[in-house]
Structures are given as C-alpha cells and as structure tokens.
C-alpha cells in the first residue's frame, strides 16, 4: 500500500490468538481496511487500520457449510439406498412372476389332465362333475396369468377379472343368444384372495349358464362392481329362471362359495330377481 498508496481491504484474515479472558489458542479472523493517511504534500504520513473482528459469522459460516455438507452427503445415502430398495423390490417381483408363471402352467397341465381323462369316461355325470373341475382349473389359472402380468404382485383387481371372466364363460358355452353389460370400476383386493375370489366368480358365472340361461331361456348377465365406504360390492345379475332359495342343493358350487368367501374376508349374498338371480360379493378393498 506504501508503494501505490491505495486503500487496502482483506476480508477474514485468520490469526491464532489467546484471549485475555483465558481459554488456549483459537484462530481469530479479522477485516484488514487500511488506508493511507496524507500529509499537505500529499506523501503518506501514516496508515489508518481498521480491523474489526469477523470471528462471530465466520464461525457461523463455517458450521453452516459443514451441515450442508453433512446434509448433502445424508440426501445421496438417501438416494442410493433408495435405488438399492428399488432394485431388490423388481428382484421381489419378477421372483413373484416366475412362480405365478409356473404356477399357471402346472394348473394349464393339470388341466389337461383331466381332460384327457374325461374323454376316456363315457357316464355323462362324471364328465359333467370333471368338466366343472376343468372350468374351476382354468380360472385358478387365469388369476395366475394376471398375477404374472400385472405391476404390483400384492394387489389384484377382481374387477377387471370378473369381466374378462364372464366373457371368457359366455365365449366357453359358445352361446349367441347371452349378452354380456358391464358396469365395474377397479376393485383391488389383497392378491392372497385372488384365487379364491377367482373361484367365487367361476361358480357364480358357470350357474347363470347353468341354472339361469338354460332350456333355450336367452337373456343378459349384469357384472357391476363399485365402491361403497370401506366395502367394495361386485354382483353378478341375470334374468334367467331365477334361484330357489328353498330349494337344498346338492351341488359344490354355493358350498365352496361360501367356504371360499369365508376365507378372503367376504361375504356373499343370494337374491331372487323378478325375473332372475342377483349374487352379491362384498369384500374389503386394500390401500
Ligand atoms: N344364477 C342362477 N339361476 C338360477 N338358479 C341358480 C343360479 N345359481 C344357482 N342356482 C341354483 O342353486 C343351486 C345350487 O348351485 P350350486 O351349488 O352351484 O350347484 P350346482 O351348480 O352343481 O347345481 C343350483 O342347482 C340352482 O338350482
Ligand atoms: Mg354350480
């Protein structure tokens, strides 16, 4: 500064210092503002110094960049055990796929079995009770498809089931004369449930073409599926002869419907329509 005779400034200047109120040696930073004081001849007669000290907010600066620091450095663990996480669920699921996959092909075979079998049997009411265990079969195997399909391995939606399902019955029965009208929004239920909610479905479906649209008596089924509170309520309607609630059947098809609602935690409930048969299926959603 004597040589050009500016004003100098340093900022934060660090000086190892012992204060006169005790404590050891500590690093002190200051403001240098030094400025030339002239004389009538203008030479410079003395240097005026400034020095306040910084100490107070340069410490502070300091810790706020190191818990930065700390902060960025906890954000990217964060982040790579996020991506560690993500990595081990699609290993969960595609684990999960390939057993639903597997599943499917040994019902597929099973399946095939019996068929093979039924053809071998010519008493007409025991390859009626085989073809209905083949139908059971293939729906258990049609919720293992949709399992291995879907996104999320820990839902399924019954909903969208029940339609394809009741397509799929009507196409089976190679029936012109049945219209099928949907009215479902997505139902998703704990994929424990799937097969035996799949199941309910299949005896719900197989009765209408069964008991409701038989004898040449042609009609509709109504597949409806909604949300009511925390119950979702999906039906099956037809406006075929119609169910005899008096009547004792000696059929499987409402015993395993019961025993199997039982198990999934839904209840289902019969009506007689005029004319035709409502079957209710109530059933606690997952969220
Ligand atoms: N949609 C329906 N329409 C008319 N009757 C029905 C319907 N669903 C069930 N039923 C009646 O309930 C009875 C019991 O059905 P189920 O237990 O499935 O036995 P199965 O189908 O083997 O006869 C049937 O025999 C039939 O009389
Ligand atoms: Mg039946």
Not at 219 to 230: D, E, H, M, Q
Request: hydrophobic letters at 40%; zero cysteines; charged letters at 25%.
């Amino acid at each position: 500064m004597r040589e050009r005779g500016e004003p100098v400034h340093f900022a934060d200047a660090p000086f190892a210092m012992a204060r006169l109120d005790g404590g050891g040696i500590e690093t002190a930073y200051f403001d240098y503002a030094l400025s030339p004081l002239r004389d009538e001849d203008s030479s410079i007669a003395a240097v005026l110094n400034i020095t306040p000290e910084t100490t107070g907010r340069v410490v502070i600066e300091q810790r706020l960049a190191k818990a930065q620091a700390a902060l960025a450095e906890s954000e990217a663990k964060v982040r790579r055990r996020t991506v560690d996480l993500e990595a081990a669920l699609n290993a969960k699921t595609l684990l999960l796929h390939e057993v639903d996959h597997r599943v499917k092909n040994n019902l597929t075979m099973i399946g095939a079995l019996l068929r093979l079998q039924s053809r071998q049997i010519d008493d007409p009411v025991i390859t009626a009770k085989l073809d209905a265990m083949m139908e059971r079969i293939d729906a258990l195997a049609t919720v293992h498809r949709r399992l291995y399909q879907s996104d999320d391995v820990t839902k399924f939606d019954i909903a969208g089931f029940a339609e394809s399902m009741a397509s799929g019955v009507i196409g089976a029965s190679g029936r012109g004369d049945i219209k099928l009208v949907v009215d479902i929004e997505p139902i998703e239920v704990q994929s424990d449930y799937a097969a035996s909610l799949g199941l309910i479905l299949n005896e719900m479906l197989t009765n209408v073409i069964k008991h409701g649209l038989n004898d040449g008596r042609s009609g509709t089924i109504k597949l409806s599926a909604r949300g009511n509170g925390a119950d979702y309520v999906l039906t099956v309607e037809d406006d075929g002869h119609g169910i005899d609630l008096d009547k004792k059947s000696d059929g499987l098809g409402r015993t395993l419907i019961s025993r199997l609602s039982k198990q999934a935690g839904a209840k289902v409930t019969w009506d007689r329509l005029e004319p035709g048969t409502r079957v209710t299926l109530t059933m606690k959603s997952v969220h």
